[in-house]
């Protein structure tokens, strides 16, 4: 009788752990993805590779007001450089890149913005980032894409508003 509740008492420190643990961690990823608005970037297109400059809206790269404090990216990425490679907006925009590559694959990661895609030949990337602090922003292409694969960059440039 008493060996039974040891035994009953010992499972149940592991049993309950065992419990909580998976429902806080359930608990962790339900706020992120909902309350955070953390969420992978998705995939907002198909293009013709071969055929990116002449396909809207990567005939025309670059930034785009598309309301009093929202813009536009649209951006190609190619061995050894984004085009555009410098993007200037006012302090506390919010930014989405329109992505994609015209050749390999290719990578945009702009280290303090929450902007981490990759960009690959066929598919239009969609990230959309907010600006709150002025400064300069590195932006670095960070999938491996050949021998110059480390000078492909840019910056975003975020202005003071006057
Ligand atoms: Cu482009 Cu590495």
Not at 22 to 47: K, Q
Not at 106 to 118: D, E, K, Q, R, S
Request: proline share 7%.
């Amino acid at each position: 009788m008493k060996q039974g509740a040891t035994v009953y008492l010992y499972e149940l420190a592991w049993i309950l752990p065992s419990i909580a643990i998976p429902v806080g961690m359930l608990a962790a990823l339900l706020v992120t993805a909902f309350g955070a608005g953390i969420h992978v970037p998705s995939v907002a297109g198909r293009i013709d590779p071969t055929r990116v400059t002449e396909t809207a809206p990567f005939d025309q790269p670059g930034v785009v007001q598309t309301g009093p404090v929202s813009y536009e990216v649209r951006m190609i990425g190619q061995i050894w450089a984004f085009t555009p490679n410098e993007i200037r907006v006012p302090v506390g925009s919010t930014v989405t890149f329109v992505a994609t590559s015209k050749d390999v694959i290719h990578g945009l990661f702009i280290p303090g913005a929450n902007v981490n895609v990759m960009l690959i030949p066929g598919q239009i990337s969609r990230v959309t980032a907010r600006f709150d602090r002025a400064g300069e922003f590195f932006m670095a292409c960070h999938e491996y894409c050949g021998i110059a694969h480390h000078t492909m960059g840019g910056k975003v440039i975020v202005e003071p508003r006057s």
